[in-house]
C-alpha cells in the first residue's frame, strides 16, 4: 500500500506572504494594504490619491513581487517543523498557485528554508491538479491544506474524500476570508502549526470509525 499524503498550500501556510507584499507596496509603489474586508481587491489604495489600485494593476505588482520579491517572504511560525513531523506519516507535496515558469524558484525558495519538497505549480481552483496528483501518487489516504475557501470548494467537489483543513497563518488575512469550515467545504479550520500538527497526524493515521472528532458527532 502506498503511503498517505499531504498536499499543502504555500503562501500564507508555509511562507508568509502578504505581509512582505504589503511593506514592499509601501516601500517602492505608494501603495497602502489594509484589509478591512473580504475583498483583497480593495484593499490596495494609493497612499498619496486614496483612489483604489484598478486589478489589472494588481495582478502586474503581484508577478513583479513573486519575480523580484520572493527573498522577503519568511517562515509560518511551526511550519518547518510540522513539515518535518508530517514526512514522517506521509509524503509531502506542495500544491501552490503561481505561473509555471516559477515552479523552479519557488522549490529553491522552500529549500532555503529548510523545506524540502516536489512543487507543483497551478493556475485557477486546485481540485483538478489535486486530482492529477492523487493519480500520480496513488495515496492510501490524503490531507489537502490551504488557506482559501475556493480552493477547499474545489478540491471538495472533485475528491471528497481527501481530508482538507483551511489553514490561514496570516493575521493580516485571517480574520477577514471566508471560511471553508462554516462553507461546509473543509473538516477543520485551525491557523497554527501547533494546534495543525496533532489534526493533521490524526488524519493520517486514525482509521476513519475511530476518530474522536467523528466519534462525538454520532
Request: some cysteine; hydrophobic content about 40%.
Amino acid at each position: 500500500m502506498n503511503r498517505p499524503l499531504v498536499i499543502t498550500d504555500c503562501d500564507e501556510v508555509l511562507l508568509h506572504m502578504v505581509s512582505h507584499f504589503r511593506d514592499w507596496l509601501a516601500e517602492e509603489e505608494g501603495i497602502t494594504f489594509e484589509m478591512g474586508g473580504r475583498d483583497f481587491v480593495s484593499a490596495m489604495r494609493y497612499a498619496e490619491s486614496g483612489e483604489a489600485v484598478e486589478q489589472k494593476e494588481i495582478w502586474r505588482l503581484l508577478n513583479l513581487f513573486f519575480d523580484g520579491q520572493m527573498h522577503r517572504q519568511t517562515p509560518v511560525k511551526g511550519a518547518v517543523e510540522g513539515i518535518a513531523a508530517l514526512s514522517e506519516y506521509a509524503d509531502v507535496v506542495v500544491l501552490t498557485n503561481l505561473m509555471d515558469h516559477r515552479q523552479e524558484s519557488r522549490t529553491q525558495q522552500l529549500l532555503g528554508h529548510g523545506i524540502d519538497l516536489k512543487v507543483y505549480t497551478n493556475q485557477g481552483p486546485k481540485g483538478p491538479a489535486l486530482q492529477a496528483i492523487l493519480d500520480e501518487y496513488q495515496p492510501s489516504r490524503a490531507v489537502f491544506i490551504d488557506d482559501l475557501a475556493q480552493h477547499h470548494d474545489s478540491v471538495s467537489a472533485v475528491a471528497p474524500h481527501v481530508d482538507r483543513l483551511h489553514l490561514c497563518a496570516e493575521p493580516l488575512l485571517a480574520p477577514h476570508i471566508a471560511c471553508a469550515l462554516e462553507a461546509g467545504h473543509a473538516h477543520a479550520r485551525i491557523d497554527t502549526w501547533d494546534e495543525a500538527v496533532p489534526w493533521l497526524i490524526d488524519r493520517l493515521t486514525t482509521p476513519v470509525n475511530q476518530r474522536e472528532d467523528e466519534r462525538e458527532e454520532t
